[in-house]
Nanobody, 119 residues
Framework: QVQLVESGGGSVQAGGSLRLSCAGS????????RGWFRQAPGKEREAVAT????????GYSDSVKGRFTVSQDNAKKTVYLQMNSLKPEDTAMYYC????????????WGQGTQVSVSS
């Protein structure tokens, strides 16, 4: 069974940075899509960033473009989300997910890691 485990969340002041990691255990897909999502209390879950682990192409939501960077270490089966210039509105539970066939079906999810940004 594939497991995704996030780490790196925490509390920072506005303008600060955090780096999230998502390690995939028993994740054998060599070319797939991995993504970061977030959900704040009372709000719908939104996609933040995605990466194609085969070609390396990335995508970002408008709300984080230019501030967040998604990257990968295929040898470690780990995906990262570098978050800079954090804003209070970035406060949310962040989840990583995997879509093994890049078919728009996020089949695997991590347990989430909390990010809190104070003003």
């Amino acid at each position: 069974q594939v497991q995704l485990v996030e780490s790196g969340g925490g509390s920072v002041q506005a303008g600060g940075s955090l780096r999230l990691s998502c390690a995939g255990s028993r994740y054998t897909y060599t070319s797939s899509c991995r993504g970061w999502f977030r959900q704040a209390p009372g709000k719908e879950r939104e996609a933040v960033a995605t990466i194609h682990t085969g070609g390396g192409s990335t995508g970002y939501s408008d709300s984080v473009k230019g501030r967040f960077t998604v990257s990968q270490d295929n040898a470690k089966k780990t995906v990262y989300l570098q978050m800079n210039s954090l804003k209070p509105e970035d406060t949310a539970m962040y989840y990583c997910a995997a879509d093994p066939r890049c078919a728009g079906s996020w089949d695997y999810w991590g347990q989430g890691t909390q990010v809190s940004v104070s003003s």
